[in-house]
């Protein structure tokens, strides 16, 4: 439906935004403004087409309020999508564009960094709009908000390794790291600094041979990095990586990393509970990012602040585990409930 996801509730609003100069084509989803503002980032990416790109925007805005609401955000969910325009563009113009599109939604939508924008992007924009985050601040937190995210990821495999591998430290354990991007380079240097052992593959062969010198990491192809002999898997590349192709194949014990919307399916949540693989859903565990642009908006607290808000991510996964023993279900089904039990203004 071009209104919302299968299965799913209608989108508040989605906006197909267009300029003929610069080459705009960009789709501005909000889903839910229940807890507030919708706050997500924007993506820049090569679509094979516009319906794939309405696809992306509509599940990364969903997932969006998921996430924010299980963060206790006072913020609704939503994303954006930019359709890279084919051959050289001018990147500034396309984003002051871009930037005029999130203030003709007069607030109902605030944007900031994903998959291919930079801070450079977000400043950018800010002759054009006062609704961006994620822009570097003089003398206050602020900025790139991956190392954020790593450190919530990080912090959710401990909390997952403790509870669901029986292991007290993350000394010897193997993660396997699928993207070394923003997010995913310096969750493999958390975890090289707590004593892990790294396997590691990205489409970039200099990121591997960087994480094969300076990590110690293994690495291995895109093709085989899901399968790794491993404990923990982290995906932190791009969507729907657990499939009904990829779950049978799979051999870590636990799944957390950064990427959005990693399951294909909720059935495929299914899928990894009955081979005993502890998922942790995605929007529960990657919410460092949307926590520190979220709280750099509302220019609230210190760097430290917002650490400590992070970290908690960990005690939030202590309690969906609990949550999923006593209601005898799936993470993936005990996190949305709970996440859309909070989807109202917050108290
Ligand atoms: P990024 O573009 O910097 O990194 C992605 C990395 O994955 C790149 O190095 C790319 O080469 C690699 N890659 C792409 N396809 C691959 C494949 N098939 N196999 C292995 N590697 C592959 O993006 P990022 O900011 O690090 O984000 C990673 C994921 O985390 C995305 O899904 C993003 O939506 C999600 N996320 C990011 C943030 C954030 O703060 N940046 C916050 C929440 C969620």
Redo the contacts with the bound molecule.
Sequence with gaps: SLFGLPGQEAHERVLLATDEQTGLKAILAVHSTARGPAFG?C?VWAYDNELAALNDALRLSQGMSLKNALADLPFGGGKAVIIKPAGTFDRPALFAAFGRAVESLQGAYITA????TTTADMRGMQAQTRYVSGIPREGAFGGD??P??AWGVFVSIQAGVRLHLGRESLQGVRVAL???????WHLAEFLHKAGAQLVV????AA?VARAQAELGAQALG?LD?LSADVDVLAP????ASLNAQTIPTLRAQLVAG???NQLATTEDGDTLQRRGICYLPDYLV?A???ISVAREYRNEGEESAVMAEVSRIGDRVAELLDRVKREDSTPARVADAWARAKLVKPA
């Design positions: 980032g993506r960094e994903d998959v291919g908000p991956s954020k995210t699928q993207g070394l991007g923003a997010v995913g593959a990205d489409v970039d990121k895109v990095i932190c590349a791009l969507g950064a990427a959005n990657n460092g990012g949307i």
